[in-house]
């Protein structure tokens, strides 16, 4: 039944991906799990094949010292003896975990986010085949500044002076491979702009809604307002400060001319296709440092990801994310 299908929140970072969640929690649905679950970024490429007990048993020992345990409410011991005794696919572990929270809370589905569950769209519904996919898109040129505020994508040493064009690659990668495995998701997939969620809140979850099988009603969700809700998670927070904040189209005011053209001439077949309007007509044609960048670096990512989910490099993943309690 599909009002009762799990949900998972998806797309680049800084896209609103976060903000959508949080109204989703807030309309008293599904259990409150204010955290990422990390399964098929980090536990999957970490702990390897869920079929061996030895690679569970090793999830385990930190699985339960983690936040993402704590926050479960679940007692530690229980959740272990099913997972060992259980599963055999991540996909199996999060939806144990999932549905024993929101058993345990009174809630028949349950929903989770996550940026880089993007990239794992065809894996997850392999593995949760009643799984629900919403992609949230932004502006690539808003996501591109944001990206570059926080620091969070980082460019070869040789490129650091490009990070906001490499932001903007990052962000082109990441939608386009999200299109794609939601093309074959067919009505279990869909797309929703982060500037409509923003501007046309109802009518823009009334569009969720229908496809989730669940009435969603914003001025409801106002009244809980739970996490960034109440409290944009913002990579500009002096705007908060100042009463200035204004999420959409920050690009116009923040970014040099040159900037945007050279951001349009990289990325603005894709806005295009988004029916995100160019400040030109006709984008520039990139000159020859911009088209190496476009050469170099989606397939760097793709590479990068394939390398972690195929080859043992997957072992040495980044654990920070499975935050460990002392």
Known sequence: MRDRAPIFVVGSARSGNTLLYHLLLSSGHFPQYRTEPVVFDVLIPRFGDFRHRRNR????????RSTQCRLTGLDPQQITDRVLNKISTGGDFLST??????????????????????????????QIPKALFIHVIRDGRDVAYALHTKGFIRPFPWDRQHR????????????QTGRRSGRELGEDYIEIRFEDLVLKPQQTLDQVGEFIG????YDHIQSSQLGVVSTPNTSFPSELRSGSFEPVGRWKKQ??????????????????ELQYPLCGPNPQKPHLRLRTLRAIYPPFYSLKEWSRLKTPLGRFVNMSRLVLQS
């Open 214 to 217: 669940l009435p969603l009603d």
């Open 164 to 175: 906001l064009l490499v932001s903007a690659l990052h962000w082109r990668w990441k939608v």
């Open 97 to 126: 975990v999932m549905e024993e929270m929101a058993q345990a809370k009174g809630y028949k589905r349950w929903a989770v986010w996550g940026p880089d569950n993007l990239l794992h769209m065809r894996a997850i519904k392999s």
């Open 57 to 64: 048993e090793e999830l385990m020992k930190y699985w339960v």
């Open 255 to 272: 970014l040099s001319t040159e900037e945007v053209q050279q951001l349009e001439s990289l990325i603005g077949d894709e806005l295009e």
